[in-house]
């Protein structure tokens, strides 16, 4: 059974940062483009950032560029999203996602693209 578990997630004040995990099991990271998307309360899951299976490629939402980023560790079996600056209206479920196909994922945080989804972890941005 393929599994994505993310961790890192919890209460930060404004202005704070976080860095979220997304550990792999059961199958090579490094053969698929990896996707962190988030569900605000009451909102659409949208994505926020994507790197490509090597790594050599990323891609972020306009919301949070220059705040955020996103590499991986082959050997670590991991994608990590760093979060910085963090603003109230970042709280969401944060989830990691993997696809086969780079473009649909990475350019167009296409969520019918995605093989497998993380159960997500919870960020909270408030003081």
């Known amino acids: 059974q393929l599994q994505l578990v993310e961790s890192g997630g919890g209460l930060v004040q404004p202005g704070g940062s976080l860095r979220l995990s997304c550990a792999a099991s059961?199958?090579?990271?490094?053969?698929?483009?990896i996707a962190w998307f988030r569900q605000a309360p009451g909102k659409e899951r949208e994505g926020v950032s994507c790197?490509?299976?090597?790594?050599?490629?990323?891609n972020y939402a306009d919301s949070v560029k220059g705040r955020f980023a996103i590499s991986r560790d082959s050997a670590k079996n991991t994608v990590y999203l760093q979060m910085n600056s963090l603003k109230a209206e970042d709280t969401a479920v944060y989830y990691c996602?993997?696809?086969?196909?780079?473009?649909?994922?990475?350019?167009?945080?296409?969520?019918?693209?995605?093989?497998?989804w993380g159960k997500g972890t919870l960020v909270t941005v408030s003081s």
């Open positions: 996602a993997a696809a086969t196909e780079t473009f649909r994922l990475c350019i167009l945080f296409d969520t019918q693209e995605v093989k497998f």
């Open positions: 059961e199958f090579t990271l490094p053969n698929y483009p």
């Open positions: 790197i490509s299976g090597s790594g050599g490629s990323t």
